[in-house]
């Protein structure tokens, strides 16, 4: 699917909104959802849903769950399907390029398998 300017936009503020404090591993498990589910609306549920849920082991993975809560609602808000799942795919793509520009994700300290 083509992505419009408008769609590319809402992936850069979605990234760009939680590139300074979410890790970017919950927006990847959101992702995996709206991935299998193709359903905007169950994502957006499931994103409001997960800070409250039992999933939930310290109070730093409900703000970040909490924050990916409130942009996702705003950003993929009126988005189809498909038009939604290429934003929040491109939007977590984004987001691992701004972490790592900004120095808040690197590979220090990463075993490699088998090793």
Not at 25 to 36: C, D, F, P, S, T
Request: hydrophobic letters at 40%; zero cysteines.
């Amino acid at each position: 699917m083509a992505m419009s300017k408008a769609d590319w936009a809402k992936a850069d503020a979605i990234a760009r909104q939680l590139a300074k404090d979410v890790d970017r591993n919950e927006l990847g498990k959101i992702v995996a959802y709206a991935h299998r589910t193709r359903d905007p609306e169950k994502v957006i549920t499931l994103a409001k849903r997960l800070p409250q849920s039992g999933y939930v082991r310290s109070r730093r993975t409900r703000r970040y769950l909490q924050r990916i809560a409130q942009v996702l609602s705003t950003e993929l808000a009126g988005l189809e399907g498909e038009q939604a799942l290429a934003v929040l795919t491109w939007a977590f793509r984004l987001l691992t390029t701004y972490q790592t520009e900004m120095g808040t994700r690197t590979a220090a300290g990463r075993r490699r398998r088998g090793k």
